[in-house]
């Protein structure tokens, strides 16, 4: 069992940034795979970023690559999801998960076993 702890979100106008945090606790001695979601009201859950606790590789999807990174802090057992030239559009809750599965494979939310409680940002016009 692995705990997530999303922390970071907020209220930014258009054209900000902000730095999501995830923080794992529990069988954090086991590789994971640690993923960024976010799920807008009336949409479905989508893929934003993921990196791979070992090597490092990453993916993010195509609406944010050149905008959001992800990077990692093993010594802390923290995951980051740096966010920059926010759009409306990012508006969501932001969920931290994580998966013994790697990439490619998992940029699919129904492969990870464990999820935090997720938190919101909000990006005004």
């Known amino acids: 069992q692995v705990q997530l702890v999303e922390s970071g979100g907020g209220l930014v106008q258009a054209g900000g940034s902000l730095r999501l945090s995830c923080a794992a606790s529990?069988?954090?001695?086991?590789?994971?795979?640690m993923g960024w979601f976010r799920q807008a009201p009336g949409k479905e859950r989508e893929f934003v970023a993921a990196?791979?606790?070992?090597?490092?590789?990453?993916d993010e999807a195509d609406f944010v690559k050149g905008r959001f990174s992800v990077s990692r802090d093993n010594a802390k057992n923290t995951v980051y999801l740096q966010m920059s030239s926010l759009k409306p559009e990012d508006t969501a809750v932001y969920y931290c998960?994580?998966?013994?599965?790697?990439?490619?494979?998992?940029?699919?939310?129904?492969?990870?076993?464990?999820w935090g409680q997720g938190t919101q940002v909000t990006v005004s016009s």
């Open positions: 990196i791979h606790w070992s090597d490092g590789s990453t």
């Open positions: 998960a994580a998966t013994v599965r790697a990439l490619p494979v998992a940029v699919h939310a129904y492969v990870y076993n464990f």
């Open positions: 529990g069988r954090t001695d086991i590789t994971y795979t």
